[in-house]
């Protein structure tokens, strides 16, 4: 992957290194024609980098064709080979012989490239994407469950693309041609093929109502563009366009502001008889417990009861999306609440603040109790390691699975480990396990157990709580559960 990126870096850093040296030593001819090549050459470096070198490899033919009958015929005949050409890439005739270089080369120059924000701040990222995705669900869900919805989704994306493609082979066509009078608004078509692939990507990963709100939005760049194209007086040519531009700029603000504020909280519930409380243990954050970066593990005790904190939890969750901390559970007893909180190694000043916004929020004194805990203690014996916990995690799970109405068995799949192999193999004994050598080294062996069960709430917390039983009388250790069908 790295070296896809470094020949995709290069090649985009000398095209844009090279382009003022066109502009200033070609003449308008000259220019034209390094400027289609630069588009051209951007498109594969995009295909090379996201698709991988087989599919560059049939994008190259599907173009090459394309270029040789746009450059041999006359252009009354262009228009049939533009459509041609966009049919070309969108039906992928070749797909065949794309699989076949597939096989026959490594991941490296294959799989698509992946990007992820590491840094210190990667959990809260992975946290707010994961968050998202949830926001999202309903509309995934119905793809699921609503055939005609997919159908929809699937031939709308499909529609946007051809769009794309065609106006793009359209659009090269059309400044190739008129060389001679070449004009720079000829490139303003290349900006409306961008928007509609922004969109088809919108649609693929969020849905209808994301696109169109990115729609609206790319709708005052062409409608400026189109003031400026008009016959009106020069002055209020000016006049409309800095109010689109505002418009513009007030509507992407709105936006920026809801996106922050779209924010979500899955919860694990259960009632927890040691604490005697209820638990809503934050279920987005259970992959993202174990991490680096967010070491100051805060406990926040409100004495208020559960219908005022669900009058102003939302605000708490946008306060927290904000400002880049994880609200990792909260739990409720008799008049009172604990609300647990994560955050970053550099960000001790933001305890505090947040210890204030909750006073201002609920007009009385808060407590706080704060813990350097890197190795993420007090929330395995709190909730992580509870047997409540991993039953409730399993259910949600398994819960998951009924939404989008697959009715089958599922799997229970937890990951443990011993000490000792003798009371692993003791353990093997009442139930299959499956070594994970992987995960073990010279201190403790790792197993993974995989249960069948009914997706019903009382036979699964039944199998739960039997292999639990199992692991504390062979001295094993849980380490997380997953729910598989």
Known sequence: MK???????????????????????????????FMISAIVSLVYVGVYVFGGVPKLIVAGIYGLFTFIFLYVLSEPYHLPFIIIGTLLFVLNPLSTFEEYLASKMSDEDVLPISFSLRGSYWPFFSYQKEMKNFYHLPQARKLYTKRWYLYTRQIVMLLLITLGIFLFIHGINNIANTLDDFSWFNFFVFYNVIMLFVLAWMLFKKGFTSTFRTFVISLFLPVIYLVFRSDFPLLIKYLLAASMLLMGLIVSTVELVKYYQRVVYDQYHYYD???????????????????????????????????????????????????????????????????????????????DKFKTYLESKFNMSVACDLIEDPNKERYEKTFFHRPEYIIARAQSLAGLLKELEIKTKVILSLIVYFELEEELEAFSEDHPTTRVDELSDDAYFTARVDVPSLNVDYMIESKIREILLSLMIHHGHFVRISVYY
């Not at 850093?13 to 003022?20: A, C, R, T």
């Not at 991490?291 to 009861?305: D, L, M, R």
């Open 273 to 351: 008889p040691d604490m005697q409380m209820d638990v809503f243990a934050n279920a987005l954050f259970e992959p993202l417990v174990y991490n680096e970066s967010f070491i100051w593990c805060a406990k926040y005790t409100i004495k208020v009861n559960q219908e005022l904190l669900n009058k102003h939890f939302k605000d708490i969750l946008v306060y927290a999306n904000w400002f880049k901390f994880i609200i990792t559970a909260y739990t409720v007893g008799k008049g009172v609440i604990h609300i647990y909180a994560d955050f970053h190694k550099r960000d001790r000043q933001r305890v």
């Open 3 to 33: 070296r896809r990126i470094a020949i995709a870096g290069s090649l985009t850093i000398l095209i844009f290194l090279m382009m003022p040296l066109a502009l200033i030593l070609l003449n308008l001819r000259g220019q034209g024609i």
